[in-house]
């Protein structure tokens, strides 16, 4: 089990798009641009860091930019098994596990972005992280301020976010750290989210969510409201809309994660902040971000350890042999390479063709037994190409 996990508004930064500019899988923001009807090339390149912190140019800036990442990621036939995101990587999930397409996500996104930025303007408010502090005690704190301030996100133990008015923030911070807090900091975001001070988004997202109409799955996302399984298309309106103003159970998403027995987690996006937080949330856990090209072989690297292709079988005995299938990254004609022959030795990264201009790469080491797919031959996006014996 591989879990893919995309970062939420706050993990954007200046200049994020560039590593990506002369990447085939910069062509997403071309795209991006055309439907949201911005320049959205602008935004991820040259744009500055108060210019990104306004809630409309964080959350397209960042949904785009973890979708960059991923379909560089299965451009190399790198797929999830399962999915979450934090906030709106929600959003960002249910794009890249088909539930929602790309240009449904990004007018959805767009809408977003606005009904929270116009409830943030009706309702000024701020968030601030609260460090070294149990989950339960920073309730307390809340609750202490008696004014309008809530936790906000859960993102994992001893880290909680809480939003809320100045006058309410001001009075739980001072609570929460009479309570034990070792720190609580500022974040860089334009208003109180998921409180009740984004009631007034919630209309609007609605109706958007309707016209997108999310489609069932096979890849399911855990979501931030329940930390449950969700595969059903009709379930995400209601999930959607509820977490505009309820708080994000990221932690208690890690958690069920890991009780769907994930192997490895990969971050996919600007940052590098989900990381952080499952490695303190799960120990042990195997985890890496992905968020330049130039971490696309690490990443290759760290799946074959992740998911080695030997294993024992439950008596601790035999072992079995795993077979991995070589899948394309793109549609377009097959062009083999001409200098491997059935029975050599791949590596994980190695170059078994072309597909139009994109190279076919393995994921996996192993021994080539045959190529699935024939020279010339027009393939479609993950069709099989060739597979491995991984012993």
Avoid at 22 to 28: G, I, K, P, V
Avoid at 46 to 74: H, I, P, Y
Avoid at 255 to 265: N, R, T
Wanted: aromatic share 6%; hydrophobic share 45%.
């Amino acid at each position: 089990m591989l879990a893919f996990l995309f970062p939420g508004q706050g993990s954007q930064r200046p200049g994020m798009g560039r590593p990506w500019r002369d990447h085939e899988s910069w062509e997403l923001v071309d795209e991006a641009s055309e439907i949201a009807q911005r320049d959205v090339g602008y935004l991820l390149l040259d744009a500055g860091a108060d210019e990104l912190k306004d809630t409309r140019n964080a959350q397209l800036t960042t949904f785009v930019s973890s979708l960059m990442v991923l379909d560089a990621v299965e451009r190399l036939g790198v797929e999830p098994s399962i999915c979450a995101g934090h906030s709106l990587g929600e959003y960002t999930a249910l794009t890249a596990n088909g539930a929602l397409g790309y240009d449904d996500g990004i007018r959805l996104v767009l809408e977003r972005g606005d009904a929270m930025h116009e409830a943030g303007e009706a309702s000024p408010g701020v968030m601030s992280a609260v460090l070294g502090l149990d989950d339960d005690l920073v309730e307390v704190a809340c609750r202490r301020a008696d004014d309008n301030v809530w936790v906000a996100n859960f993102n994992a133990p001893g880290q909680v976010v809480i939003a809320g008015s100045p006058s309410g923030m001001e009075k739980a911070t001072q609570h929460a750290k009479e309570l034990g807090a070792k720190k609580v900091l500022p974040l860089p975001v334009s208003g109180a989210f998921h409180t009740p001070f984004m009631n007034a988004a919630r209309d609007r997202l609605r109706v958007a969510l309707a016209t997108a109409n999310p489609r069932d799955t096979d890849i399911p996302i855990v979501s931030n409201v329940d930390a449950l399984l969700h595969q059903r298309g009709d379930e995400w309106s209601s999930l959607l809309s509820a977490q505009l103003c309820s708080p994000v159970r990221w932690k208690h998403v890690l958690l069920e994660l890991e009780k769907q027995s994930v192997a490895g987690y990969v971050e996919l996006g600007p940052g590098g902040v989900l990381s952080g937080m499952v490695k303190r949330t799960l120990d042990n856990a195997r985890v890496i971000s992905v968020a330049t090209p130039d971490e696309l072989d690490k990443l290759l690297e760290w799946v074959s350890q992740v998911a080695p292709p030997n294993s024992k079988e439950h008596d601790g005995e035999r072992l079995f042999v795993v077979e991995r299938l070589v899948v394309s990254p793109a549609a377009g004609v097959f062009v083999q390479r001409k200098d491997i022959v059935d029975g050599a030795r791949v590596e994980v990264g190695m170059v078994l063709g072309h597909v139009g201009e994109v190279e076919v790469r393995s994921a996996f080491a192993g021994v080539l037994q045959n190529f699935i797919a024939h020279e010339g031959e027009r393939l479609a996006l993950r069709e099989p190409v060739a597979w491995l014996r991984t012993q």
